[in-house]
């Protein structure tokens, strides 16, 4: 059980990061995503989320105070209050909850900015590919195209960059906003590029025969794309 006023009356520091960060591990997804977190009910989410705010706060309140994987455990918590607001939202359709992803998720880029934190920022990159993508689940589509901008302006990572313009591109067809410079250059860095024209076509077929002609012809010269793979779009 969870309560808050034991906490905030509670002056034993060293015992607060340690029940805070036992929270942490609890629901942390592991197998599934997003795991544990999304079976529990408000009355339980809501604390979670307090106290684990209270725990960043704690932390970078005072961070020369602490050690270094103590500080990798707060920017870790931020992940997972920005993963508890997605979760709230799924419960309650309210769109602060958005908000306050979206928000945790730019403190998580600030703060590791601020401290010099990259080894912590490139490790949430995944955290934030994972919510972004539960996101464009729920068809908050402009909150995940945010997150999935923040990855591909950061990540050092090949995979997660072809991935993260690959949900991109799938977010702007949902949105019908495919017919600009954004989609084209997403698309052109994108995982599994073939695909996403066959969506863009089932989904949202472009206006203009002649966008599906230039994102082909830069895609001919750009990867292994055969004529016959560009035969089966010539009807359209």
Request: charged fraction near 20%.
């Amino acid at each position: 059980s969870i309560n808050r006023a034991f906490f905030q009356k509670n002056k034993n520091t060293k015992e607060f990061i340690r029940i805070s960060d036992h929270i942490r591990h609890i629901i942390s997804p592991s197998k599934t995503y997003p795991g544990i977190i999304s079976q529990l009910p408000l009355d339980l989410l809501d604390p979670i989320i307090e106290i684990l705010a209270d725990f960043r706060e704690l932390i970078f309140s005072n961070i020369h105070s602490f050690q270094q994987k103590q500080i990798s455990c707060a920017v870790d918590s931020m992940n997972l209050i920005a993963l508890a607001n997605a979760v709230r939202y799924t419960l309650v359709k309210r769109s602060d909850d958005l908000h306050n992803v979206i928000k945790e998720i730019d403190n998580i880029v600030s703060v590791c900015r601020d401290y010099s934190l990259k080894e912590d920022l490139m490790c949430s990159l995944s955290a934030i590919y994972n919510i972004a993508s539960y996101l464009m689940k729920l068809k908050a589509y402009d909150h995940s195209i945010h997150l999935f901008q923040i990855i591909i302006q950061l990540s050092n990572s090949k995979d997660i960059l072809l991935k993260a313009n690959k949900q991109l591109c799938q977010c702007l067809i949902a949105m019908k906003r495919t017919d600009n410079e954004e989609f084209l250059i997403s698309l052109l860095q994108a995982k599994d590029q073939l695909s996403i024209l066959y969506n863009l076509i089932a989904i949202n077929p472009p206006m203009n025969p002649n966008q599906l002609t230039e994102i082909l012809a830069k895609l001919s010269k750009q990867t292994k794309i055969t004529n016959e793979d560009i035969r089966q779009f010539l009807p359209f």
